[in-house]
T-cell receptor
Framework: DAKTTQPPSMDCAEGRAANLPCNHS???????VYWYRQIHSQGPQYIIH???NNETNEMASLIITEDRKSSTLILPHATLRDTAVYYC??????????????FGTGTLLAVQP | GAGVSQSPRYKVAKRGQDVALRCDPI?????LFWYQQALGQGPEFLTY????????KSGLPSDRFFAERPEGSVSTLKIQRTQQEDSAVYLC?????????????FGNGTRLTVT
């Protein structure tokens, strides 16, 4: 599976958009980009995923570059409750047995009041 | 709606004891995953079930770790003769389908402390 690179930490002001970058330069054509977040003492929470096109849901937007080598997760109006570790993961889709998620170390987003 | 439920939420075991951790996946979810998360680290894959079949156990750290899902629903992760290095949060996740387009939904984990 392709590896991802994320900054270890970021700050964001409450009410502002949080833009979390992720590099996945070795991604292959059949790998999805997934984003999860983990708040202290909870399990990872699914946010959004995409293959080629940009995606939006009630939580966030996912912008994938045309060459698919990087992506950005956008939280449009960050609140204090968005403070968490955010994981960017590429997930292989090959009809294989597992299609497991492989987590890295993520980005600690601190939303400041 | 009901999410993935794990029990117990906390477990303290003395070194050498056996433990059993339970996972109730979201109803109807075909795929079930177990992960281990050490303090300050990201979750690490342990094993995967598709219905009752254990298709991947490549992440189980030793033969002291055993998982089952006999009826394709509830799953149990068993650790025999626990060691201090087994102290971690054990996370269970389920997904509706078996493909990579089907998101995993995680429970809040069982925190195991081996003394």
């Amino acid at each position: 599976d392709a590896k991802t690179t994320q900054p270890p930490s970021m700050d964001c002001a409450e009410g502002r958009a949080a833009n979390l970058p992720c590099n996945h330069s070795t991604i292959s054509g059949n790998e999805y980009v997934y984003w999860y977040r983990q708040i202290h003492s909870q399990g990872p929470q699914y946010i959004i995923h995409g293959l080629k096109n940009n995606e939006t849901n009630e939580m966030a937007s996912l912008i994938i570059t045309e060459d698919r080598k990087s992506s950005t997760l956008i939280l449009p109006h960050a609140t204090l409750r968005d403070t968490a570790v955010y994981y960017c993961i590429v997930r292989l889709s090959d009809g294989g047995a597992t299609n497991k998620l492989i987590f890295g170390t993520g980005t600690l987003l601190a939303v400041q009041p | 709606g009901a999410g993935v439920s794990q029990s117990p939420r906390y477990k303290v075991a003395k070194r050498g004891q056996d433990v059993a951790l339970r996972c109730d996946p979201i109803s109807g979810h075909v795929s079930l995953f177990w992960y281990q998360q050490a303090l300050g680290q990201g979750p690490e894959f342990l094993t995967y079930f598709q219905n009752e079949a254990q298709l991947d156990k490549s992440g189980l750290p030793s033969d002291r770790f055993f998982a089952e899902r006999p009826e394709g629903s509830v799953s149990t992760l068993k650790i025999q003769r626990t060691q201090q290095e087994d102290s971690a949060v054990y996370l269970c996740a389920s997904s509706l389908g078996q493909g990579a387009n089907s998101p995993l939904h995680f429970g809040n984990g069982t925190r195991l402390t081996v003394t």
